[in-house]
């Protein structure tokens, strides 16, 4: 327990012993899916599945906290999961090396208390959240471009990323680039708002959209009704 102690004060004891009974998938382990993955471990969510297809590439060394020179061509999924039984041996971890598809995602999906987006395009996203609809599960989602990011909690029934990507195209990072702080910020945005719906305290951002514009040090919420 002594490995928790600083956690205790800002969670109660009874909120603390949930988050240890907690499952959340986190679909992408890569800029924002790496902080989250580590985070949640750390704060002691019990159960973690972590969901993603590709390999580390050396342009992942600028901003993915997995990442390093020797985890280069391995698999992401499989990285996280080595990673986190030296950070915290009392979290199971099932790593899925495959992408969400119709034909896997409900049954990757079922069975958790909560999903978290960290993937880096929108069809994907808004998949995912049309998954996560369909089995009644809470998705916390995440963007992140250059100096700016988003945060919004999405509830079964509310389909706030059918609205946010109107487009089927990729998002403007893959344009602008994304530098190892931004990730960095939105993960933790994204995990502050996972635990406040996992516990149930708090106010969420739900039908609400949390912008970050650093180059101006600005934060807008902007509600959607």
């Not at 969510?45 to 972590?50: A, D, E, I, K, N």
């Not at 590709?54 to 061509?73: A, H, P, T």
């Not at 598809?101 to 987006?117: T, W």
């Not at 990011?149 to 344009?175: H, M, N, W």
Request: net charge neutral; with cysteine.
């Amino acid at each position: 327990m002594k490995r928790y102690e600083k956690n205790i004060g800002t969670l109660s004891l009874d909120e603390f012993l949930s988050l240890r009974r907690s499952k959340v998938c986190v679909v992408g382990c890569g800029g924002l899916g790496g902080y989250v993955i580590e985070l949640l471990a750390r704060l002691g969510v019990g159960y973690l599945t972590v969901v993603d297809k590709d390999v580390f590439e050396e342009s992942n060394l600028n901003r993915q906290i997995l990442c390093e020179l020797n985890s280069l061509g391995k698999s992401k999924a499989l990285v996280a999961k080595e990673r986190l039984k030296n950070i915290n041996p009392e979290v199971e971890v099932q790593a899925m090396v495959t992408e969400i598809n119709l034909k896997n995602g409900k049954e990757i999906l079922r069975g958790h208390d909560l999903v978290i987006d960290a993937l880096d395009n929108a069809e994907g996203k808004k998949f995912l959240e049309e998954l996560a609809e369909a089995l009644e599960i809470p998705l916390v989602h995440g963007a992140v471009a250059g100096w700016f990011g988003q945060v919004a909690c999405i509830f079964p029934g509310d389909r706030l990323l059918k609205t946010l990507y109107l487009s089927k195209t990729f998002g403007i990072e893959k344009e602008i680039g994304v530098p190892s702080f931004t990730p960095a910020l939105i993960a933790s945005f994204q995990v502050s708002e996972a635990i406040k719906i996992l516990i149930k305290r708090g106010e969420v951002l739900r039908k609400k959209v949390l912008l970050v514009n650093l180059l101006k040090n600005e934060i807008e919420v902007i509600e959607f009704n």
